[in-house]
T-cell receptor, first 113, second 110 residues
Framework: EAQVTQNPRYLITVTGKKLTVTCSQNMNHEYMSWYRQDPGLGLRQIYY???????DKGDVPEGYKVSRKEKRNFPLILESPSPNQTSLYFC????????????FGQGTRLTVV | GQSLEQPSEVTAVEGAIVQINCTYQTSGFYGLSWYQQHDGGAPTFLSYNALDGLEETGRFSSFLSRSDSYGYLLLQELQMKDSASYFC???????????FGAGTRLAVHP
């Protein structure tokens, strides 16, 4: 089954404790991205990657890091989480091309206390 | 920069037709997409318009007017399961970098 898998689904952590949210896709898509979703703000792009070892900042990259060492994986790293990073996070993948159909993971609800 | 505006909420009754509008600003246009998201779920792709006109997919249709920087999603024969949030989205700086609107919450009542 074609899918994007995120882990964990839920996470409560304390300020400053480094964490990683994993994302994996099995569709051989070139393009992957991370979004955060906050009430009233829609989905805002954090980082994106157009292929292995190619990443770039989205609209809200501060406080986040990513890596793309393999085509299928695109982890999101919070080196020193803060309460303002409490949010719902989505990973997405899509093939290169004109149709911008993005396939989303099920989301990770992160709470930083 | 790029931005999209859509109404925050729409209410309709089962069996009716509802239209969700989206106006956008962008320096380079690559197309307008629509996504559906149920509470607690992930966004799922509904449609994509690159050219002016109406695209129909079952009960859902999407319309685009590039000269007006405007599009809409039309949902017909509304069902309770259509209660969800709907987002319009623009590729920004290329086909794959998506900018989303804030979303329209659709409530379908019996």
């Amino acid at each position: 089954e074609a899918q994007v898998t995120q882990n964990p689904r839920y996470l409560i952590t304390v300020t400053g404790k480094k964490l990683t949210v994993t994302c994996s896709q099995n569709m051989n898509h070139e393009y992957m991205s991370w979004y955060r979703q906050d009430p009233g703000l829609g989905l805002r792009q954090i980082y994106y990657s157009m292929n292995v070892e190619v990443t770039d900042k989205g609209d809200v990259p501060e406080g986040y890091k990513v890596s793309r060492k393999e085509k299928r994986n695109f982890p999101l790293i919070l080196e020193s989480p803060s309460p303002n990073q409490t949010s719902l996070y989505f990973c997405a993948s899509s093939p290169q091309g004109e149709n911008t159909e993005a396939f989303f993971g099920q989301g990770t609800r992160l709470t930083v206390v | 920069g790029q931005s999209l505006e859509q109404p925050s909420e729409v209410t309709a009754v089962e069996g009716a037709i509802v239209q969700i509008n989206c106006t956008y600003q962008t320096s380079g246009f690559y197309g307008l997409s629509w996504y559906q998201q149920h509470d607690g779920g992930a966004p799922t792709f509904l449609s994509y318009n690159a050219l002016d006109g109406l695209e129909e997919t079952g009960r859902f249709s999407s319309f685009l007017s590039r000269s007006d920087s405007y599009g809409y999603l039309l949902l017909q024969e509304l069902q309770m399961k259509d209660s969800a949030s709907y987002f319009c989205a623009l590729p920004s700086g290329g086909y794959n970098k998506l900018i989303f609107g804030a979303g329209t919450r659709l409530a379908v009542h019996p």
